[in-house]
Nanobody, 120 residues
Framework: QVQLVESGGGLVQPGGSLRLSCAAS????????MDWYRQAPGKQRELVAG???????NYVDSVKGRFTISRDNAKNTVYLQMNSLKPEDTAVYYC??????????????WGQGTQVTVSS
């Protein structure tokens, strides 16, 4: 199995910054993509940013130029640097990973989520 643990959420003023981290642990053989999703109250979960094992990235239009996703393959950790935060970025942020183990095929795993609140 694969466990994902997020950290780094909190309360920040508009225009501020936060850095989220998500560490993967367990008996996995390989991790392919790692992503950050978010879900605001009353809204569907949306993909914010993703990164492949080779470092290719993609972002939702609303965060381009403000958020940066990065990955440390040696630590099995993905990061989301969030700058110029806006109130509309307020949401629970989840990381996910597509990974395989010796016993299971490629599967998607989710973290428990971390709250990000942007408010003055």
């Amino acid at each position: 199995q694969v466990q994902l643990v997020e950290s780094g959420g909190g309360l920040v003023q508009p225009g501020g910054s936060l850095r989220l981290s998500c560490a993967a642990s367990g008996s996995f053989a390989s991790i392919a993509t790692m992503d950050w999703y978010r879900q605001a109250p009353g809204k569907q979960r949306e993909l914010v940013a993703g990164i492949t094992s080779g470092g290719s990235t993609n972002y939702v239009d609303s965060v381009k130029g403000r958020f940066t996703i990065s990955r440390d393959n040696a630590k099995n950790t993905v990061y989301l640097q969030m700058n110029s935060l806006k109130p509309e970025d307020t949401a629970v942020y989840y990381c996910d990973a597509v990974a395989k183990t010796a016993a299971t095929p490629w599967s998607r795993y989710w973290g428990q989520g971390t709250q990000v609140t942007v408010s003055s």
